[in-house]
């Protein structure tokens, strides 16, 4: 006998597809911006916003705004918007600082050689990738010969490594360095010999016990005084030293908050199966304590970045330098809004892709359902 | 019945491991007191005991998850001591399976299956894989191969994770309750691969309260309660006839539901 209401044999109901209204972009609406009286009022009130808003930014720095002109006051007689006139006529300095003009083409040439080298480590389908990674491997001694001298290339003192370039020099340097440095910290701190969890905890405390310009400042003045009279050490390369352990003692307690969320059984099996402690580590602990970690060593890797503008107060000409020294240009006095505005989308450029390529990463090392 | 099919299992008079007078402690906790124990090649030894009996840390200090502080360990002719190269080498000769599979989540099965040999036994990728492939097949799963551990059911994931110790090609199996965290219609999957896997003359030391696989084939039955051995005997004398009164009340507790 069937039940009236039933339209299958019991066990013999097939899998069906959801009903229509479940998706399509008119229930979406309803679901998500009229779906209560408040949301109503919610949905209305940020339209009024934007309303408000938009426009007036639109017109500021597009419709109404300047792109070519000669000074300030040009721009003025134009028209009532931004003026971008100034990022214009001083892009050059903004990205390159004072690096001689002749020479710019070897930081274009960086650059494109650095995505080039980023590429395998961020793409894992890259052909030949095992091979591609030896040159990834070199790109930091090609960097450096192109951007400093040498063998046969005009020598440029590094002080004049300056403007967007700086702050990528320092941010990449730093991160590249930080995260194998900050992992051997965390895994330190979780040792079983005393000694060495003693020194890496010490560092880690210390180190984020300090503000970052503390750091640079002992960069810049105090590291003469204890170097061997005599010595020349490069400055930028002192920045870099203390921006890498500022930014590993974060990474190293980022990464110590994976690590202890693998279950202990994952560590047992590998020794159980007579794997090594690093090589325990290597394939099974540490893939998944990162995997956790993305988050936090993105986060880490983003404020690392914006943090390198604070050079400028040690004497490096980074972008927020170009940008305070061409506002105190007397023909483009004034224009504080553009110059800060081209720098802030500079960074949020820079950051946001960072951003998004973690949540991409996230994606696709997750595999199968958690329990 | 049950008996003669494991009297028809052969097993030698050489010795798999060797356990004398050994104890534990965890701090001030004595776990293990004076444990001895010899089990042959080719035997399948159960260990039953309540909860906290210490069973599971006895056989991890066959493989040294776990560390004794007395008495003597031997596996396979070597003996256990703070030597890392005897460590290593007796991890190699013994396979364990655990409660909670401990697969790893980022790895497909294959790669659980082929990263001991590629890494400990260094065969090259291609041998690997081939005997990786054997022994998922052996426990009926060879389709699965390229899924990840958790699109997989509990049994299946035990059961890879007992093919995974298989490739290492183990003289001797541990198992600590490799059942007591499935559903019930999953243990049997597993308990089939484990006498599958004895009637290949597997040395065998499973802590389970799989009562039905010990009677089809134990050679011995142990009884654990307090961190000592208090009975060991074949299965049929153990389960018709317990010696001790904690035994009896052990079984009593565990067949009467
Ligand atoms: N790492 C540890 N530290 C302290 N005590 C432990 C530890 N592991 C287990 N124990 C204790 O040792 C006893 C034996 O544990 P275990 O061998 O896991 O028992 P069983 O496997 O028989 O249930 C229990 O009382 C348990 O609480
Ligand atoms: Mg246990």
Known sequence: MVDASRSYEPGTHPDLPPPLAVRGPILWMRKNLFGSPLNVILTLVSLYLLYLIVPGILNWAVFDAVFVAGSREECREIDSGACWALANVRFGQFIYGFYPVSERWRIDLTAVLFLLALLPLLWDR????????????????????????????????????????????????????????GILLALGRRSHMPIVRTLCVMFIEFIRGVPLITLLFVASTMLNYFLPPGTTFDLILRVLIMVTLFSSAYIAEVVRGGLQAIPKGQTEAADAMGLGYWQSMRLIVLPQALKISIPGIVNTFVGLFKDTTLVVIIGLTDVLGVGRASLADSKWQGLAWEVYVFIAILFFVCCFSMARYSIYLEKKLHTGHKR | ????????????????????????????????????????????IVVCGPSGSGKSTMIRCINRLEEHQKGRIIV??????????????????????????????????????????????????KEADDIAMHYLERVKIPEQALKYPGQLSGGQQQRVAIARSLCMSPKIMLFDEPTSALDPEMISEVLDVMVNLAESGMTMLCVTHE??????????????????????????????????????????QILHH
């Open chain 2, 1 to 44: 019945m049950s008996d003669a099919a494991a009297a028809n299992l052969s097993v030698s008079d050489e010795v798999a491991i060797q356990i004398i007078g050994m104890h534990k402690w965890y701090g001030d906790f004595h776990v293990l007191k004076d444990i001895n124990l010899t089990v042959n090649r080719g035997e399948r």
């Open chain 2, 76 to 125: 396979d002719d070597i003996e256990l001591t703070h030597d890392v190269k005897n460590i290593a080498e007796i991890r190699r000769e013994v396979g364990m399976v655990f409660q909670h599979f401990n697969l790893f989540p980022h790895l497909t099965v294959l790669e659980n299956c082929t990263l001991a040999p590629i890494w400990v036994r260094r065969l090259p990728k």
């Open chain 1, 126 to 181: 890259t052909p030949y990738r095992r091979q591609w990674f030896i040159y990834s491997g070199l790109f930091p001694l090609v960097a450096f010969f192109l951007l400093v001298g040498g063998f046969g290339l005009d020598r440029v003192e590094t002080t004049r490594i300056g403007g967007f370039t700086l702050n990528v020099v320092i941010g990449v340097t730093g991160i590249v360095a930080s995260l194998p440095l």
């Open chain 2, 211 to 252: 009562m039905g696989f010990a009677r089809k084939v134990a050679n011995r039955v142990i009884f654990m309660d307090g961190g000592e051995i208090i009975e060991e005997n074949e299965p049929e004398e153990f389960f018709h006839n317990p010696q001790s009164a904690r035994t009896k009340l052990f079984l009593s």
